[in-house]
């Protein structure tokens, strides 16, 4: 998908491009960082000075192999590159971000319209694809897009890892009627299953249910189902 909108973004004032002395965190409507790495700088500063007037804590990087040196310490959020780059491109940049798995969503910058760069920015993982010139307003919808894609699968990964908790804080005959609920098994199938008395499945059933912070059965395999431990 193509973006272009023509206006003004090429305002050079300085701006300090160093990252503040505080986390995203400590940004009014920071909801994750912005990482923006181009070559060109007054480009890069005018898109920095965009980002932080939006209240969204940023920092660039004027190659991508700098950026990659830093990835594995900085906190997740929206990586906007530019494509061509003297040394490693953009869209090697983020073919080895997502390679890597990094909590980073990528945005391509080009200097042209083409279908093919397009096409394999896409597939190398690129959330967007915007051409140059364009306003800072579109790239600052595109960003807060990105950092709400990663603030949501931040969130599902947090929501399985809490319930994989529960589930190792279950006791070995409580996991064995866990696995049986999720089979479709009654008390009554349980107890013969264990050899023990459908009372006792009661108990184990009650305890389950309560560690693993089920509103009902419906929930507890929707939970279950999407751990992976069924």
């Known amino acids: 998908m193509f973006r272009r909108v023509y206006g003004n973004l090429n305002n050079t004032d300085m701006v300090n491009e160093n990252p503040p002395p505080f986390g995203p965190s400590s940004w009014p ?38 950026f990659l040196e830093d990835a594995p310490h900085l906190p997740g959020g929206c990586l906007v590159t530019d494509f061509s ?32 760069l397009a ?18 307003e579109l790239i600052l919808r595109l960003v807060r897009a990105c950092l709400e894609e990663n603030d949501e699968a931040v969130d599902a990964n947090a929501k399985v890892v809490r319930v994989r908790r529960r589930l190792e804080s279950l006791t070995a005959r409580e996991r064995q009627v866990l696995e049986l609920i999720i089979a479709g098994s009654s008390n009554k199938q349980i107890a013969a ?34 751990a992976g431990a069924a």
């Open 29 to 66: 409507d920071a909801a994750g960082e912005v990482y923006v790495v181009e070559d060109d700088a007054a480009l890069r500063r005018s898109i920095l000075r965009a980002i932080r007037a939006a209240k969204l804590a940023a920092r660039t990087y004027e190659r991508a192999a700098d």
């Open 85 to 116: 780059m003297p040394g490693m491109d953009g869209l090697e940049l983020i073919r080895r971000v997502r390679a890597a798995r990094m909590p980073f969503s990528p945005i391509l910058i080009t200097g042209h319209a083409d279908v093919r």
């Open 119 to 136: 096409v394999e920015a896409m597939k190398a993982g690129a959330a967007d694809f915007i051409e140059k010139p364009f306003e800072s």
């Open 193 to 226: 299953a264990l050899a023990i008395s459908p009372r006792t499945v009661e108990i184990y059933r009650a305890n389950v249910m309560s560690k693993m912070r089920a509103d009902s059965l419906s929930d507890l395999v929707r939970m279950t189902l999407a």
